[in-house]
């Protein structure tokens, strides 16, 4: 009962925010749309299929920082020197504009506020029995993850490849920090989270800074909470719930 009721709340919440977040922001996506479409006059934006609560396939929309036809390459994962991306689009992804139109996902429903970032089938197919649970919620926009890993093109700039580099270097991590906010999931998590994102907008030293003590005070082990800090390099590791180190996205 609790939970449905704490469900509801959330739902409602991210309908009003979402709503209120696309009128504040209609300005800036009217105007970014317009950039993007005034570069080579095609679509100023990207819909692509992403994996939902309960393995449910739902269309997600971003501003388009790529070129047309950029996904036909048969590469998920994008470095920050990926030559797909155009001019417009190194600076809306810095600022992370390009997930703004993201906003109508969570007014519609497929997407939450705050979840697990959601991924493209070829990523979930590979996802550990472990893993599964992050398909449980609904995805968001912004979680643990998201922050830690917000410079997650700059970690695969120079990649040979870049999809197995972001499941050898991002995905344990991205997966372990997930999970554990499904477990602590609540709305006032939620709030600080938002606030969070907003902080490593200005600075991800703070953000990272004020986020390794909340997982401290919430319990996480000690290995999580130094990834959280990124005051190490990264190295490969396997997803949770997995023995070995991925090689291949080959099933």
Do not use: C
């Not at 979840?115 to 398909?135: A, C, F, Q």
């Amino acid at each position: 009962m609790l939970r449905r009721i704490s469900h509801a709340f959330k739902r409602g919440f991210d309908i009003i925010a979402s709503l209120i977040g696309l009128l504040i922001f209609s300005p800036l996506l009217t105007l970014f749309t317009f950039l993007i479409w005034l570069q080579d006059f095609k679509s100023p934006f990207y819909i692509s299929n992403r994996v939902g609560k309960n393995e449910k396939i739902f269309k997600i929309i971003k501003l388009r920082s790529m070129v047309i036809d950029a996904d036909k390459k048969g590469i998920d994962s994008t470095s920050l020197n990926d030559e797909r991306i155009t001019r417009i689009g190194h600076f809306i992804r810095s600022y992370k504009l390009d997930e703004l139109s993201q906003l109508w996902n969570v007014f519609k429903g497929d997407m939450s506020l705050v979840g697990p970032r959601p991924n493209v089938k070829r990523e979930t197919d590979l996802y550990t029995t472990t893993e599964r649970e992050l398909l449980s919620i609904k995805p968001g926009i912004t979680d643990f993850a998201s922050i830690v890993f917000a410079d997650e093109g700059e970690i695969l700039s120079g990649a040979k490849d870049p999809d197995i580099s972001y499941n050898q270097l991002i995905r344990p991590g991205k997966s372990e920090l997930s999970l554990f906010y499904i477990l602590h999931q609540s709305f006032l998590l939620d709030i600080f989270i938002l606030i969070l994102t907003i902080i490593t907008i200005f600075s991800r030293a703070k953000s990272l800074s004020l986020l390794t003590y909340t997982l401290k005070k919430l319990g996480a082990k000690t290995e999580l909470i130094e990834l959280a800090g990124r005051k190490k390099p990264l190295f490969p590791m396997p997803p949770p719930g997995a023995s070995k180190i991925v090689t291949t996205r080959d099933i």
